[in-house]
């Protein structure tokens, strides 16, 4: 029987409601317990190899050999990469780039339309509603990510939400695909507190503490799928 409000009533005596209810939260939970979390994001990418280059440059990701026949760019271009030390459902977790050459189009190439995203975006000045559309990361370390970009001349958008005490980066992949980094702390950007009714914004680069990141080399922070 199934007890409800202090009373045990057997299956036959439940109203029809009650009875679907309980059959719905059984079947949830029978769901839960067989889920796995993602494991990997794939991109429709005009510009694989930059990708791939990028991630592994500047988010300490491992460049991974792609299965799949034709994939070396006689029916499509595929690059793919993995974050060491992520073991998402069983396996790393992973970034997938794919340019396909024989598949149908839209009214834009891929190259057409990251090309307008990445127009849109306008060198991450100001953050745009197409910007919604990203991935999150998390690491234990921010600085160790956002040092090498910054010295490089990549730009980033960042917010400080006070709430949670996090810190973030955005920050864009070629060509067009937007991340966010989320971490505990950040002190080479002077980043000023977020709220709701704004959104994140380019910060003053603070030298001292991006000379002191670079000159201690933090590059062995970890990157973790949220």
Not at 86 to 113: C, L, S, W
Not at 149 to 174: K, N, Q, V, Y
């Amino acid at each position: 029987g199934c007890i409800t409000d202090g009373m045990q009533l057997s299956i036959a005596e439940m109203p029809a409601v009650s009875l679907l209810r309980v059959l719905a939260l059984a079947s949830l939970g029978s769901v839960v317990s067989q889920y796995e979390q993602p494991y990997k994001m794939t991109y429709a990418s005009a510009d694989p190899v930059g990708a791939k280059d990028f991630a592994v440059k500047y988010l300490g990701a491992k460049e991974q050999r792609q299965p799949h026949v034709g994939g070396d760019g006689r029916c499509s271009l595929v690059k793919w990469v993995a974050f060491p030390g992520t073991n998402a459902g069983g396996e790393e977790y992973q970034f997938h780039f794919v340019k396909g050459y024989h598949r149908p189009n839209g009214t834009m190439t891929i190259d057409e339309f990251e090309n307008q995203m990445a127009a849109l975006h306008g060198q991450m000045t100001t953050y745009d509603r197409f910007m919604d559309f990203h991935v999150t990361m998390s690491t234990s370390d921010l600085d160790a990510f956002a040092a090498p970009m910054l010295a490089d001349g990549i730009p980033l958008l960042s917010r400080h939400d006070a709430g949670t005490g996090m810190f973030s980066i955005f920050f864009e992949m070629p060509t067009a695909i937007v991340v966010e980094l989320i971490g505990p702390s950040l002190t080479v950007l002077s980043v000023p507190e977020w709220n709701r009714c704004g959104a994140p914004k380019r910060a003053a680069v603070n030298n001292h503490a991006l000379q002191r990141v670079i000159e201690q080399q933090l590059g062995n922070a970890a990157i973790l799928p949220v």
